[in-house]
C-alpha cells in the first residue's frame, strides 16, 4: 500500500500566487483531513471531510484557503493570494473512521511563501 | 487559547530509562485522546489511544494513563529505545473536533 500521498513535497511561491496542494488518501478510507504545522501554533485541524463531504472546515483560517475533495480518492487545498505567514507544512491525512480513530498521514507538504 | 497542552517542548532520557510525556487539557467534555509520534520529514504516525471511559490503555513498551479529574494524560515508554527519539503530540477531541498539542520532542541518549 502506497500510503497518503502528497505533491508537491516542497512549493515555494511569492506572495500573491495561488497554490494547490494535491493529496491522494489510501484507498477504503472515507475520512480526509488537512492540518497545518507550524512552531507557534503546532499542529492545527484545518478541515475534516467524511465520504467527500466537509464536516468540519472551523479551522480554515480565512476565506483564502479552500479545500475539495471530488471524489473518494482526492482532495485539494487552495490559497489564493499567498501569504508569508502562511508558510508551513501541510499535512493531509485520512482514517476508515472520524478523528476518533487512527489517522495515517501523508510526508507534507513543505510551503514557503516569499 | 490552547485546550491541548504539552508543557515540556523537549525532554532527554538516558536509553533503557523510562520516558513520561504529560499532556494537559482543558475541556471536560473531550472523549477520546490519542498520541502521535513524528519523525522530521516525516508525517506523524499513530500511537496508541485511550477513550475517556478508561484509566489506562497499554501497547508494549508503550501506555497511556489517563486521569479525568486533573485532565491529564501522559505516555509511559519503558523501556526507551533510541528509536524512539522523535516529537510526540497528544490529541484530545470529541464527536467530529480533535485538537493536538504543540509536541514534545523526546531525545534518548546512549
Known amino acids: 500500500d502506497a500510503g497518503v500521498i502528497q505533491s508537491p513535497r516542497h512549493e515555494v511561491t511569492e506572495m500573491g500566487q495561488e497554490v494547490t496542494l494535491r493529496c491522494k488518501p489510501i484507498?477504503?478510507?472515507?475520512?480526509l483531513f488537512w492540518y497545518r504545522q507550524t512552531m507557534m501554533r503546532g499542529l492545527e485541524l484545518l478541515i475534516y471531510?467524511?465520504?467527500?463531504?466537509?464536516?468540519?472546515d472551523s479551522g480554515m483560517p480565512e476565506d483564502r484557503f479552500s479545500a475539495k475533495m471530488p471524489n473518494a480518492s482526492f482532495s485539494t487545498l487552495k490559497i489564493q493570494p499567498s501569504e508569508p505567514r502562511d508558510s508551513a507544512v501541510y499535512f493531509c491525512?485520512?482514517?476508515?473512521?472520524?478523528?476518533?480513530?487512527?489517522?495515517?498521514f501523508g510526508p507534507g507538504t513543505r510551503l514557503t511563501v516569499t | 487559547d490552547q485546550q491541548v497542552k504539552q508543557n515540556s517542548p523537549s525532554l532527554s532520557v538516558q536509553e533503557g530509562r523510562i520516558s513520561i510525556l504529560n499532556c494537559d487539557y482543558t475541556?471536560?467534555?473531550?472523549?477520546?485522546f490519542l498520541w502521535y509520534k513524528k519523525y522530521p520529514a516525516e508525517g506523524p504516525t499513530f500511537l496508541i489511544s485511550?477513550?475517556?471511559?478508561?484509566d489506562k490503555n497499554e501497547d508494549g513498551r508503550f501506555t497511556v494513563f489517563l486521569n479525568k479529574s486533573a485532565k491529564h494524560l501522559s505516555l509511559h515508554i519503558v523501556p526507551s529505545q533510541p528509536g524512539d527519539s522523535a516529537v510526540y503530540f497528544c490529541?484530545?477531541?470529541?464527536?467530529?473536533?480533535?485538537?493536538f498539542g504543540k509536541g514534545t520532542r523526546l531525545h534518548i541518549l546512549p
Open positions: 475541556n471536560s467534555m473531550f472523549d477520546y
Open positions: 484507498s477504503g478510507h472515507n475520512s
Open positions: 485511550i477513550s475517556s471511559i478508561k
Open positions: 491525512a485520512s482514517s476508515s473512521g472520524g478523528p476518533a480513530y487512527e489517522q495515517y
Open positions: 471531510f467524511n465520504n467527500n463531504v466537509p464536516i468540519d
Open positions: 490529541a484530545a477531541g470529541m464527536d467530529d473536533k480533535i485538537i
